[in-house]
């Protein structure tokens, strides 16, 4: 499968751990984003990277979430002491953009992290 | 601010009717217009955008800018359409995509 991989798919966590995720983009897409989607609701953005430069934050993302993309590959996102209210499903997203394109090009989503904070 | 509003959670047509899925949009400048369908048991992916002004899978849209609007249409619905469905909204110089709730579509035999 050559699509967005994310994992896990599935965490449980007990209130206060830190969590962490991984996804990984479609290997020559340059752009990766994070959104979070809770039930009954479309997904919110957390963030966005063009290679491994972190450029858009939506202020949902508080000081408990980072995330990174060192090498303009992969990426993970981090949630330290988790609440209870960050349970929901963590959904990742590439695209490719040619240089000077602004437009926003085809997003290709993940499969998604389920979390489950108790 | 950018929001994007759904008015239906659902709507159930049968096989071969009509179907417009409305979606309503409110922002100060020009927006860029998406529907994205998540069929069940598979991801989110993007069905159509404005800018293209194509058509998929016999799906239409058109963006309204008088009514802040971008409805999905199908004259003819087929029971392989059942999904969710959300509109979203991309304002300038941003690459960030705003959603909508979502409305399900469910179509019967």
């Known amino acids: 499968d050559t699509g967005v991989s994310q994992n896990p798919r599935h965490k449980i966590t007990k209130r206060g751990q830190n969590v962490t995720f991984r996804c990984d983009p479609i290997s020559e897409h340059n752009r990766l984003y994070w959104y979070r989607q809770t039930l009954g609701q479309g997904p919110e953005f957390l963030t966005y990277?063009?290679?491994?430069?972190?450029?858009?934050k939506s202020r949902l993302l508080s000081d408990r979430f980072s995330a990174e993309r060192p090498k303009g590959s992969f990426s993970t996102l981090e949630i330290q002491r988790t609440e209870q209210g960050d349970s929901a499903m963590y959904l990742c997203?590439?695209?490719?953009?040619?240089?000077?394109?602004?437009?926003?090009?085809?997003?290709?989503f993940g499969s998604g992290t389920q979390l489950s904070v108790l | 601010a950018q929001r994007v509003t759904q008015p239906e959670k659902l709507l159930s047509v049968f096989k071969g009717a009509p179907v417009e899925l409305k979606c309503n949009y409110s922002?100060?400048?020009?927006?860029?217009l998406f529907w994205y369908v998540q069929y069940s048991r598979q991801r989110l992916q993007l069905l159509l955008r404005h800018i293209s002004r194509e058509s998929i899978k016999g799906f239409t849209a058109d963006l309204n800018k008088g009514e802040t609007s971008f409805h999905l249409k199908k004259p003819f619905a087929q029971e392989e359409d059942s999904a969710m469905y959300y509109c979203a909204l991309r304002g300038t110089g941003f690459q960030k995509l705003v959603f909508g709730t979502g409305t399900r579509l469910l179509v019967s035999p």
């Open positions: 990277f063009q290679n491994e430069a972190q450029l858009e």
């Open positions: 997203a590439s695209s490719l953009a040619p240089p000077g394109q602004g437009a926003q090009q085809k997003l290709f």
């Open positions: 922002y100060s400048g020009s927006p860029e």
